[in-house]
Each structure stands twice: as structure tokens, then as C-alpha cells.
């Protein structure tokens, strides 16, 4: 099973932020890590006018489009309930990566390092900590029950997430 870890927080945090430097941080250290991002909007990875996005609209119930340079497989879940962290994860190749960073899904029973920003618009007493954070990243000093990492330090963020993939292996 490949190590999930969850970066949570309220949209405007700074999440995609503190993952465009972690990732190729984690790369600098030899983890293959993958992306698993979640979002409340109707998205769609295709352009209108591409043969793709024409065929998928034709009723298509899965596509894969590849390149010599990636793939990408879209299905459609109209009438489906949402997808849990579970099955997504399962999709993803294990033998290419040893960590999974999951962008969002705040509720799912995983473990996640959870953001605050002073200035985030919210009281400190609505972070959402329960048994799965395993730290929070922050821009001011907090004294909390979990390790505290300073959110515009990357290398001490990769430091902890190592330490924690190799307590987990």
C-alpha cells in the first residue's frame, strides 16, 4: 500500500502553494510522490473542439488519451455518488510511487498535515485536528499536541514527511 498523506485546509490557505514547492522537494530526496487533488467544482481536463472531448461527449463512458509523453484515463460519474480516497488511490500505479499527496479530502480517515494562516479569515479554534493530523504547518508559532512545522519551510516540512514515510513502511 503506498503512504497517503493529506494536506487539508480552507480554500485560500495555501495548499497548491505549499504543494508546487513540496513535491519537487520530495523529488530532490529521491520520493516518487503522486497527486491525488480533490475539488468542489465541476472540472474537466479536456478541451471542447479536441477529438477526445468530442468522442467523450458522444457518450463515451471512459476515455484514455495518450501520448508518447502521458496518458490520461477521464470516466464519467454522472449518476454515481462521489468517489472515496480508497478507490481513487487504488487507481494510481504503486510501482511508481512512494507517496501519495492527497489535496484536500479534510474528512477522510488518512493521515494529514492540516494548514493555518493567521490571516485565513477563521478563529484558530475551528481547525479541524482529530486523530489523523500528524502535524500542522503554520506561519506563526502555535503550541498544540501535534508537531507544529513552519509553513514557509519546505525543507523542514520534507524533513518531517521522510521521517514519517520511513515510520510507516
Known amino acids: 500500500m503506498i503512504p497517503l498523506l493529506a494536506i487539508a485546509a480552507w480554500s485560500g490557505t495555501g495548499k497548491t502553494t505549499l504543494l508546487k514547492k513540496l513535491i519537487p522537494a520530495l523529488c530532490e530526496h529521491g ?16 478541451k471542447p473542439g479536441k477529438d477526445s472531448y468530442e468522442l467523450r461527449k458522444a457518450g463515451a463512458a471512459q476515455t484514455l488519451v495518450a501520448s508518447s509523453q502521458r496518458w490520461a484515463l477521464m470516466t464519467e460519474t454522472p449518476d454515481e455518488a462521489e468517489l472515496d480516497l480508497a478507490y481513487l488511490v487504488s487507481r494510481m500505479d504503486a510501482t511508481k510511487l512512494d507517496l501519495v499527496l492527497v489535496e484536500g479530502f479534510k474528512h477522510e480517515a488518512v493521515p494529514k498535515i492540516v494548514l493555518w494562516r493567521h490571516d485565513c479569515g477563521h478563529d484558530l479554534a475551528e481547525l479541524a485536528i482529530d486523530e489523523h493530523v500528524i502535524a500542522i504547518a503554520s506561519d506563526i508559532p502555535l503550541i498544540h499536541g501535534v508537531p507544529v512545522l513552519n ?14 514515510i520511513r515510520q510507516v513502511d
Open 31 to 46: 520520493i516518487r510522490p503522486g497527486l491525488i487533488k480533490h475539488t468542489h467544482h465541476d472540472m474537466d481536463i479536456d
Open 151 to 164: 509553513l514557509n519551510d519546505i525543507e523542514q516540512t520534507v524533513t518531517f514527511i521522510l521521517r514519517w
